[in-house]
T-cell receptor, first 112, second 112 residues
Framework: DAKTTQPPSMDCAEGRAANLPCNHSTISGNEYVYWYRQIHSQGPQYIIHGLKNNETNEMASLIITEDRKSSTLILPHATLRDTAVYYCIVRVPYTGGFKTIFGAGTRLFVKA | DVKVTQSSRYLVKRTGEKVFLECVQDMDHENMFWYRQDPGLGLRLIYFSYDVKMKEKGDIPEGYSVSREKKERFSLILESASTNQTSMYLC???????????FGSGTRLTVV
């Protein structure tokens, strides 16, 4: 089972920041938080991941709370093309490594 | 950029046929994965491989097998296709076990 919970859907106005929350209260000390998104009819796209510190790349910023029980993905200036399902993932130990479980995600609608 | 290529975007097969879904990645990644995605069920892990000739069952391996004869190629085989295997199939690869995944565009398989 997924170790994260996310709101099922969110709206955002074009040009504004989109802040997508994720709860992962059972996360272990050495587990990373990953974010992916999936645009309709395409494969999921990796966005960003982090452990403790906030992270930023060309796509987004990731803010992780100090207790690591939750995080927020920030798209600083959302565009219509950012409309997608966003998945927050904490991987679980599995045979020889880790398993990435995709939950239901948050469906983000960016509106003009 | 890493590219994960799935040989077919759309495929229609008859019940009982043997079906091969091919996936090739061009960045020398060790790890490769096969998921299927169905409405309401999200992405589910079928099989994965951490090395050539190596394979591990995921959460729903029944009715499927895999082949990894070369590092860059990971094939999913439906031994005798059934209508309940109609789905979107997604292949992914990662450089390390802890790294982000790169997904292919998916193969939408319809079994009639």
């Amino acid at each position: 089972d997924a170790k994260t919970t996310q709101p099922p859907s969110m709206d955002c106005a074009e040009g504004r920041a989109a802040n997508l929350p994720c709860n992962h209260s059972t996360i272990s000390g050495n587990e990373y938080v990953y974010w992916y998104r999936q645009i309709h009819s395409q494969g999921p796209q990796y966005i960003i991941h982090g452990l403790k510190n906030n992270e930023t790349n060309e796509m987004a910023s990731l803010i992780i709370t100090e207790d690591r029980k939750s995080s927020t993905l920030i798209l600083p200036h959302a565009t219509l093309r950012d409309t997608a399902v966003y998945y927050c993932i904490v991987r679980v130990p599995y045979t020889g490594g880790f398993k990435t479980i995709f939950g239901a995600g948050t469906r983000l609608f960016v509106k003009a | 950029d890493v590219k994960v290529t799935q040989s077919s975007r759309y495929l229609v097969k008859r019940t009982g046929e043997k079906v091969f879904l091919e996936c090739v990645q061009d960045m020398d990644h060790e790890n490769m994965f096969w998921y299927r995605q169905d409405p309401g069920l999200g992405l589910r892990l079928i099989y994965f491989s951490y090395d050539v000739k190596m394979k591990e069952k995921g959460d729903i391996p029944e009715g499927y097998s895999v082949s990894r004869e070369k590092k860059e190629r990971f094939s999913l085989i439906l031994e005798s296709a059934s209508t309940n295997q109609t789905s979107m199939y997604l292949c992914a690869s990662s450089e390390t076990k802890s790294g982000g995944y790169t997904f292919g565009s998916g193969t939408r398989l319809t079994v009639v």
